[in-house]
């Protein structure tokens, strides 16, 4: 070798140049540049006639001149092709460009290899312009470079040039601009030369002076995709690694030719692809033999460079690279100067292992050669052990393997030390896989021959003390509780079975001595029950004594030395520790349920009566657990179920009992009455839930536990003859049936009680019957039992079961046991219920009296004690039983004190309310507990008779009602009206002393009164509560007046409210009523009520006041009372008052007044005796009244003979009779101006007028209107003046009834003087609205010109806007309009306007008449009709209007929507979606998808359009969505909606095939599908909107179909699957109208047309024979069977192209064979097919006719014959007369072929190929041959398939067999369950329900056995593809395993996305 003795570089003499032949000449002219290899003679920068490159371009043209022949350069072997022409490198351009205008090809080449050669001997320092012109042309022309020459030539700048230095690499600028021009030239195309391969191995394995070189990674990432290698984590590859010779980095950018770092920032856009796609093998051929030379060249590990090691790793996707690496990495990862790259080949070989495929057998040695490694240090240890968790995590498969080696390894002689430390880290990495595949070689091990039972128990324990964490041993429980694989020799199922109960046990303890978490042990032992239940029995056969001492040693009621005997492990110092903790363990609900079924198991050796004293030990022993750990959680009723059926009695199976007889339900009795303890102890620790719901559902136990908590007898026990009654009719049953058994055993003694067996053993079964008494034996157990484990204290937990059982008992039967379960069992007070604490503290509590306080007041510091214990004492003091009242108050007292010392209460004390009402407000929750404690105060009021307490009440509700409700009026009305006596103690008298507590009390009720009468005026009182439904109230029916005052209120009352309130003043004001402000007003306001009553009739008046009310108002000697209740009495009724005993002396004067003031016909008219009266009139005249004198005299009273001095009976003549005063006409004093000033100062200055100045007012306002007449006065100045000196109008606005007058009087009779005061006026209340303002604005625009219009009407309301609009004509609307949108209230106009638009669209304004008769006539259009102007102004205005707010009202909803609209509901429509908020537009169109709204179909759906499509919406969105983005969902209709929506689009459908037919509605539908398809982003929508579909319209269902093929699906789904309901319905609604429907939807285009289209088109393509064309063809296959047979209808639409290549391509007929006999025949033989299936029959039977010709009759032909008669007997079946003529024309080819001959045959049967195996078939249904039996059938299934082409038989058949099949996945055998599965992905394309196989699949997935699962796992990409239908939920399963760490699911995921990929068919 010559390294280093020549120089690439041209610098220097001493440079040798190679020679060249002899016979090379330079020829051409002076300006040719002969290349020398001379540098310092040559100057390749100018040519030899000019110093410049620019003159030289400038002076030679190629146009003009002929090129020149240039001299060959180079040696011979250099010259690839053509001739290489040397070329200036300023001339390059031109030359080429001429060359390719003149298409001068072989010019072309020689240029571009001259060129290049030319910078080859340029390496060192090539020519700037050169490499320019080369880029430039690369640039413009890059498919120059992509000529093989061209290639070959640039190839050789890359190979490494052997008589090169090793030190002079040359300049990168040319192997990088080599690269780039490799890659421009090639970078479209998919198939790159071999020799890339070659120039890459050879500079990877020497220098790599390119392969590193980040500028040339365009076109080496390409090359390597050739090696399909997968690069692994950057954290796997080690740091500092930088062995790259040619980084850009230092060097600058080699195309500047500087050396500034600038470019690292610099982007390459270059596209990556596979090149080698077509020529994997001869790569690998390629590398292998490169590979393995340098491996036999440098055998020598020092001799291995890292070069070498770089190059495997870039190779490391072939397996055989990798199995190299993998032997000969121990070596190199201990090599000092190779360890780094070592490091990196042993990720890429970890990254690159495969689990499948059919390099899997080579990676499991490439595993196998990794275990065995030995490595010393911990670096590399860390770095194997970080490779193989990513390996394990990118693939899971591949765990098992190396679990496998390593525990192999470690179990050897030879293990390596860092085992456990790789075991630990795949545990943490894989913390479920990691321990299922540990599971699996610890049950392999187990089956062998010797015992490793020890070994495997050492290094469990070291692997959880390596891992430090014991969260590996459940789901090493879990997987070892897993079937085997296969069944174990019947030699070893012993001591494999003892060896899995030892592990089990192991896991337990080993969790307990680490974890020390109950939850895990309890879990621990579920996985070994569930081991023993499934899995045990049937595999392993246990004897009894082996299954129930296992049963023991699990549950660890075995001595503490069963456990510890193998190995001496635990150790003494921790072996009790160890099982102590087992032992306290709690007892679950799953773990009793799986040992009551084992129990009740008759496959499990074990008794029932056995499993039942386990259960009720391990019961005992929970329950002496603390009761806070939850040792014994149940909640499940049917535990007792299944311990009844424990103690049940079974008659033998061998004796038979007669017909007709069922034998009674009996127990075990001693089993019997334990399992009613035991659900007793359940219940104990169960209070919340299981304990209440099981005393409700079995009396017996609740009589049980009442007998546990009260420690008697329960009160449900029956009597005597009760109990003896039942054991009558037991004892009798039992006879009965032991005389049946006796009979059948052939006794021939009579049974007797005596002689009875089963009398004392038996009992009946009735656990859901009536309480029974147990007998005593049992009840002292129970006793003891109960004392024993505190099961009172535990049940007295459930506060409501204690309380129930209380109520049961009454107070007085439950206090004395309350007392004992406080006293014995010490039970803590917060877990009896308050009601009983109340009552204990109310019975005394035995000295615990002042505890129970202090707890009770504890419980008032929570929301819901306090709500408890206010509510069990306030409601009891309504009790009618006073001891009871005295009872709640003194409780009150107790538990609301303050006080903590008990010493120094009194318990037995009567209590007043006043001790205690005080207290309640300062609760800490008083605002939740007010409402309650008034409701409760309130009803106190109703019943208590102490006037004290009624007196503590009423202050109490005064004080915290502060918004009296009506009830609380009403009630407090009944205790005035009706409980007269105690209210009279009550409420002060009216004459006496008066202590403070009746003024208390009265003030409080007039407080009340007063509040809510002031509230009912002002419209803030609170509503009355509803009535609930079926409970009316108590007020509800009572009378109501209706009050009316005279300022305009109104109210209503109830009459006995309003009689309350009246005879409340009767009582006077309180001295607590400050200035009597609340009497005055009520007094006042009453006044004023009876005066309006008395006004609207003598009914209401009397309604109001009754006669005993008006004797109540006249005897309270008030005068405003005295006067109303004086008010129109006539004569007769006075008499009566006056006669009235205790009437006060003022009342009887005004009595006797009254009748003075009677007209005197009245009075003698009343038949009084008159003795009687004279002598009253005496009485009451010496008591001091006043008055009688006339009523004496109208009576004409004798006169009294004595006293002389009495002057009462003096004569004295009538009075005359007085004039009505009101008659007189009124006196009006006049108004003078000087008091104008001080009027108006007055009246709008003070806040209500008073009636003196509207007297004045009035008299202004006539002055005023007097002077506007005669053209002004002093009057008008005045006013003026005033309102001019205002300096703003609030006392103008305050004052509307008065100011409104006064400005518009002013403005008429001063028009041009208001128009200055008025405008300033307005312009300070612009936003203010009223008669004053309106005043203001008038006179203000007075001087506009508009306002000489004529005067519009008030516009108050609606009706009067609308009938000013309908007043105008064309001329006057739009001036008439401003002026009332100016004027009146927007609501009111826009509401005027859409009632006017109503009636327009309802044509209330169109005239009845004709245009001929209107010309005729003379009549005019009304201006709001449809045909005017008007409603062009309307739509405008409301535009205006409601800019925002348009559509909110339901009106305008209607007008715009509702159907039969006007012609410019679009102009609203459109206003309302581009304007209204989404908040209107959503409601809107909730609106309107109501159902049974009525609107406009299209309306309606145009509008949903507008929404989905409006900009507004998509405003600030990507423009260019991509492609499969799927569109947002906004209108997000609900369920019911969505049907409205599809009745919407089906009207719409209906109306226009009415009209234009059903091509007009097909194409209605397939205009609406796109939004209807939007609304439907869910499953459950689209399965709403195709349910909808199939109620409203055939079509649209098809329609919906076609285009959403997933229909089916989802149809299917909802519906039944066993009857084919969804294809079914699709078939109905085709065959409507008589099949129409059907040919009217067959003319859309459907989803699946495309993918039938490019599946058949992409199979019948021809290709070159290869394994990857065949495996493509397979697939495309496949996928096509599936479309055609799931998919309705998809196969008879591609029919006709499926024969259209078969007759044109018959390359692939037996694909194509196989897609046609999967249609049913009902698709493929339909009328309209039936000439195309005609057509494909003949050309089949001419393909067998040409196979049968050409020799082919054999395998292949034969296979083809026979399914082509199978097909012809269906075609006969369905179509004898088409079938028999093509067996006619055809019947040469089917005499010459016997499968023919036989299948058109009248007598024969269907052949064996034809039909599946029956015995094979009936052998798979059954599922009991053994495995091996059931593989044979599967693999003979199998094989028949394979002939039959993968149709098998048709769709029923293939159901079949996946029927048959499916189950056998799951299979414990792992051969049978491989078949299986390879079977069900074969089957799949073929039928039309996956369901078994979805089923299947996920049984597999969700198995605990590893094997099973990683099963399904390798297959999941190919059952992905099989079903497509169900793929995505199959991967999000399989994805929610992987995430809660059960399944390694990394791989099989990426590898089933890749393939789903693949099988996109469009």
Avoid at 693 to 717: D, H, V
Avoid at 894 to 900: A, E
Wanted: glycine share 6%; net charge neutral; aromatic share 6%.
């Amino acid at each position: 070798m010559e390294r280093g003795k020549m120089s690439s570089s041209g610098r220097g003499g001493k440079s040798k140049a190679p020679q060249h032949p002899q016979d090379i000449f330079a020829l051409g002219s002076k300006s040719t540049v002969v290349v020398s290899r001379d540098s310092e003679k040559r100057n390749i920068h100018k040519p030899s006639t000019s110093g410049v490159g620019e003159r030289k371009r400038e002076t030679s043209s190629f146009g003009t001149q002929p090129p020149s022949k240039r001299a060959r350069i180079g040696s011979p072997a250099e010259a690839i092709s053509g001739t290489s022409l040397e070329i200036d490198p300023v001339d390059l351009v031109p030359n080429v460009l001429q060359a390719l205008d003149t298409h001068n090809s072989d010019k072309l080449l020689g240029l571009l290899t001259g060129s290049i050669r030319l910078l080859k001997s340029q390496r060192s320092k090539p020519d700037p312009i050169l490499c320019m012109s080369l880029l430039y042309l690369t640039k413009i022309r890059p498919n120059m470079f992509a000529h093989e020459t061209v290639t070959q030539t640039l190839c050789t700048l890359l190979k490494r040039e052997q008589g090169t230095a090793f030190k002079s690499k040359g300049n990168p600028l040319v192997f990088v601009l080599a690269c780039n021009m490799l890659y421009a030239g090639h970078k479209d195309s998919n198939s790159w030369p071999d020799i890339f391969i070659k120039v890459y191995i050879e500079d990877a394995l020497n220098e790599r002076w390119w392969v590193e070189c980040l500028w040339c990674k365009c076109l080496v990432e390409n090359i390597v995709t050739a090696f399909g290698t997968k690069h692994p984590p950057p954290h796997l590859i080690p740091t500092e690694s930088s062995i790259g010779t040619m980084s850009p980095s230092g060097a600058g950018s080699p195309l500047m030719g500087n050396v500034e770092e600038e470019t690292d920032n610099t982007e390459l856009e270059y596209s990556v692809f596979p090149r080698y796609s077509s020529s994997y093998e001869s790569v690998e051929t390629l590398v292998l033999e490169a590979i393995k030379e340098q491996i036999q060249r440098r055998a020598a590990p020092d001799a291995i460079g890292k070069g070498f090691l770089k190059l495997l790793s870039a190779t490391c996707g072939f397996p055989e690279i990798r199995m190299i690496a993998a032997s000969r990495l121990e070596a190199w990862l201990h090599s000092g100067k190779l360890w780094r790259a070592a490091q990196e080949l042993l990720a890429h070989v970890c990254t690159n292992a495969r689990a499948s495929g059919p390099s899997a057998a080579r990676d499991h040695e490439v595993l196998a050669q990794l275990a065995r490694m030995r490595l010393k240090t911990k670096p590399l240890q860390a770095a194997y052990q970080a490779c193989l968790r990513d390996m394990v995590a990118d693939s899971p498969a591949l765990l098992r393997g190396v679990v496998t080696h390593t525990v192999y390894n470690e179990l050897s002689a030879a293990r390596a030390p860092h085992n456990m430390a790789v075991l630990a880290a795949l545990v943490a990495a894989q913390p479920q896989l990691a321990p299922a595949a540990l599971a699996d070689t610890y049950a392999e091990l187990a089956l062998r021959a010797d015992d490793y039972l020890r070994p495997l128990r050492a290094l469990t324990r070291e692997l959880v003390r390596a891992a430090r964490a014991d969260s590996a041993l459940l789901p090493l429980a879990r997987a070892l509780a897993a079937p085997p694989p296969h069944d174990p020799p019947p030699e070893l199922r012993e001591r494999a079975f003892h060896a899995l109960t030892d592990l089990f046990c192991l896991c337990c303890l080993l969790a307990a001595q680490h974890g020390r978490q109950r939850a895990q042990l309890c879990a621990l032992q579920q996985h070994a029950l569930a081991w023993l239940l499934d899995t045990a029995v049937p595999v392993y056969r246990p004897a009894r004594a082996d299954l129930l001492a296992a049963l023991h040693k699990i549950m660890f009621v075995e001595p503490p030395e069963a456990y510890s005997k193998l190995d001496n492990w635990p150790p003494e110092s921790e072996r009790a520790l160890t099982y102590r903790l087992c032992c306290e363990a709690p007892l679950p609900q799953n773990t009793l349920l799986r040992l009551v079924f084992i129990g009740l198991s008759k496959e499990i050796p074990v008794s029932s009566t056995e499993v039942f004293e386990l259960v009720e030990q391990l019961v005992r022993r929970a329950c002496a657990l603390p009761p806070d750990d939850a040792p014994l959680q149940v909640d499940k009723l049917e535990v007792a179920e299944y311990v009844f059926q424990l103690c049940q009695f079974h008659p033998p199976d061998n004796i038979t009992l007669p017909a007709g007889y069922a034998p009674p339900p009996l127990a075990i009795t001693s089993l019997y009455w334990r399992g009613w303890m035991l659900l007793v102890m359940i219940a104990a620790h169960n209070p919340q839930g299981f304990a209440e719901r099981a005393a409700n559902a079995y009396p017996t136990l609740r009589a049980l536990i009442e007998f546990c908590i009260t420690g008697k007898p329960s009160i449900e026990w029956g009597s005597a003859a009760t109990e003896a009654e039942r054991a009558e009719t037991e004892r009798a049953a039992i006879l009965g049936l032991e005389t049946h058994l006796a009979a059948a055993g052939g006794a021939k003694t009579p049974v007797s009680e005596h002689a009875s067996r089963l009398l004392a053993q038996l009992t009946a079964l009735e656990p859901a019957g009536p309480p029974r008494r147990p007998p005593a034996a049992a009840l002292d157990a129970l006793a003891a039992l109960s004392q024993q484990l505190r099961l009172a204290r535990l049940l007295c937990r459930q506060p409501a079961l204690l309380l129930r059982l209380v109520e049961r008992h009454g107070t007085r039967r439950a206090l004395p046991w309350l007392h004992q379960l406080l006293r014995h069992e010490r039970l803590e007070l917060h877990a009896l219920p308050v009601q009983c604490l109340c009552e204990l503290l109310g019975a005394g509590a035995d000295g615990k009296a002042p505890e129970l306080a202090a707890h009770l007041r504890r419980t008032l510091q929570q929301p819901d004690g306090a709500r408890a214990v206010l509510h069990y004492y306030m409601q009891r003091l309504a009790h009618h039983h006073a001891p009871t009242r005295a009872a709640a108050n003194r409780g009150l007292k107790l538990v609301l004190s303050p006080s903590d010392d008990s010493t120094e209460m009194d318990y037995n004390a009567d209590v007043s309310p006043e001790e205690w009402l005080s207290l309640v407000e300062g609760l800490q929750h008083w605002d939740a507990l007010k409402a309650e404690a008034l409701r409760r105060v309130r009803a106190a009021c109703l019943v208590e008779c102490a006037p004290a307490h009624v007196a503590a009440y009423l202050v109490f509700l005064a004080k915290h009602a502060d918004r009296p409700a009506t009830d609380l009026v009403l009630d407090l009305s009944q205790v005035i009206m009706e409980r007269t006596t105690v209210m009279g103690y009550v409420l002060p008298a009216a004459e006496g002393e008066r202590s403070a507590a009746q003024h208390r009390a009265l003030h409080a009720l007039t407080g009340i009164f007063y509040r809510h009468l002031r509230g009912l005026l002002e419209g803030t009182a609170e509503p009355e509560p509803p009535e609930e439904e079926g409970e009316p109230s108590a007020w509800s029916g009572g009378a109501r007046l209706l009050l009316q005052w005279a300022t305009g209120r109104r109210a209503e009352l109830h009459a006995l409210v309003a009689h309350a309130h009246l005879k409340l003043l009767c009582y006077g004001p309180s001295a607590l009523d400050t200035n009597q402000e609340m009497y005055a007003w009520l007094q006042s306001t009453w006044v004023e009520a009876a005066s309006g009553a008395a006004d609207a009739g003598s009914a209401a008046e009397e309604e109001l006041l009754p006669d005993w009310l008006r004797l109540h108002l006249v005897r309270s000697a008030r005068p405003p009372l005295l006067q109303v209740g004086l008010r129109g009495l006539p004569a007769h009724k006075l008499a009566l008052f006056i006669q009235t005993f205790g009437m006060p002396v003022p009342s009887m004067s005004a009595l006797l007044a009254a009748l003075d003031a009677c007209p005197a016909g009245a009075v003698v008219r009343l038949g009084v005796e008159r003795g009687y009266m004279a002598q009253l009139l005496r009485v009451q005249r010496a008591r001091g009244a006043t008055g009688g004198n006339a009523f004496a005299a109208a009576l004409r009273l004798t006169r009294p003979t004595h006293p002389p001095d009495e002057a009462l009976f003096a004569e004295q003549s009538l009075p005359a009779e007085e004039e009505d005063a009101w008659a007189e006409p009124l006196t009006v004093t006049p108004l003078r101006a000087e008091d104008v000033p001080a009027l108006l100062r007055a009246a709008f200055d003070a806040s209500t007028p008073r009636p003196d100045l509207l007297d004045g007012f009035t008299h202004l306002h006539h002055m005023l209107c007097t002077e506007a007449r005669s053209g002004g006065g002093v009057y008008v100045r005045t006013a003026l003046q005033y309102v001019r000196s205002l300096p703003h109008p609030a006392p103008l606005l305050r004052q509307p009834a008065i100011a409104a007058p006064l400005l518009r009087a002013l403005a008429l009779a001063a028009p041009t003087e208001v128009i200055e005061i008025y405008s300033a006026l307005v312009v300070q209340c612009k936003l203010l609205r009223g008669p004053v303002v309106e005043a203001l604005r008038a006179g203000a625009a007075t001087h506009d010109p508009a306002a000489a219009a004529p005067p519009l009407p008030p516009l108050t309301t609606k009706e009067q806007i609308v009938k000013v609009f309908e007043s105008c004509t064309a001329s006057t609307l739009e001036a008439v309009g401003t002026r009332v949108i100016e004027r009146a209230d927007t609501r009111l106009v826009v509401d005027a306007i859409t009632e006017l638009l109503t009636n327009n669209q309802d044509g209330r304004y169109d005239l009845p008449i004709k245009m001929e008769a209107e010309l005729v006539s003379g009549a005019r259009e009304h201006a709001l009709s449809s045909r005017g102007r008007g409603c062009g102004l309307l739509l405008d205005w409301l535009a205006e209007l409601q800019r925002e707010t348009l559509g909110r009202q339901e009106a305008q909803v209607r007008l715009m929507f509702v159907a039969g609209g006007g012609a410019w509901r679009p102009l609203l429509v459109t206003l309302l979606a581009h304007r209204a908020s989404w908040r209107t537009l959503d409601a809107c169109l909730r609106t309107l998808l109501q159902p049974n709204g009525g609107w406009s179909a299209p309306a309606v759906l145009r509008f949903a359009e507008t929404l989905v499509g409006s900009p507004r919406v998509w405003q600030g969105r990507d423009r260019a969505t991509p492609k499969h983005q799927q569109p947002d969902d906004l209108l997000r209709l609900t369920h019911q909606q969505l049907e409205v929506l599809v009745q919407y689009i089906s009207s719409e459908a209906t109306a226009a095939e009415r009209a234009g037919g059903a091509e007009a509605a097909r194409r209605r539908v397939e205009a609406r599908l796109p939004l209807l398809l939007r609304c439907c982003p869910a499953p459950d929508a689209l399965l709403t909107a195709a349910l909808a579909a199939h109620h409203a319209h055939p079509l649209l269902l098809l329609l919906l179909y076609l285009k959403v093929p997933r229909v089916l699906q989802l149809l299917r789904e909802s519906g039944s699957r066993a009857g084919d309901t969804a294809r079914g319905a699709l078939e109905a609604a085709a065959a409507a109208g008589g099949g129409s429907v059907g040919a009217t939807a067959a003319r859309s285009t459907s989803a699946t047309d495309r993918v039938s289209h490019a599946l058949l088109t992409a199979l019948a393509a021809p290709a070159p024979h290869s394994k990857e064309n065949s495996q493509k063809a397979v697939r495309l296959e496949a996928a096509t069977r599936a479309l055609w047979a799931r998919q309705w209808g998809a196969g008879a639409r591609a029919l006709p192209l499926a024969g259209a290549l078969l007759r044109g391509l018959r390359q692939r007929h037996a694909q194509l064979l196989a897609a046609v006999e999967v249609l049913p025949d009902v698709d493929l033989f339909s009328p309209h097919a039936s000439e195309e299936v005609h057509k494909i029959l003949e050309s089949f039977l001419e393909l067998v006719g040409q196979q049968a010709g050409g020799g082919g009759g054999g395998g292949g032909g034969g296979q083809l014959a026979h399914r082509v008669g199978a097909l012809l007997r269906r075609y006969r079946a369905a179509r004898p007369p088409r079938a028999a003529a093509l067996l006619a024309a055809y019947r040469d080819i089917i005499a010459s072929s016997p499968a023919l001959s036989a299948a058109t045959g009248g007598g024969g049967g269907e052949s064996a190929s034809t039909a599946p195996p029956p015995h094979a078939l009936q052998a798979l249904r059954r599922r009991t041959a053994p495995p091996m039996e059931l593989l044979w059938h599967i693999q003979e299934v199998e094989a028949w398939g394979v002939r039959r082409g993968g149709a098998w038989g048709g769709a029923a058949a293939a159901a079949a067999l996946l029927r048959a099949t499916a189950p056998l996945a799951a299979h414990s055998y792992p051969p049978l369950r491989s078949a299986a599965l390879s079977l069900l992905v074969k089957l799949l394309p073929a039928v039309p329900d996956t369901y078994p196989a979805l089923r299947a699949i996920g049984e597999c997935l969700e198995s605990s056995e590893g094997g099973v699962c990683g099963g399904a796992l390798e297959r999941l990409a190919e059952l992905a593809a099989a079903l497509p239908e169900h793929a995505a939920l199959l991967l999000l399963r399989v994805f929610e395993l992987a995430a809660s760490d059960r399944l390694p699911a990394d791989q099989p995921l990426a590898r089933a996305l890749t393939t789903l990929n693949h099988h996109r068919g469009c």
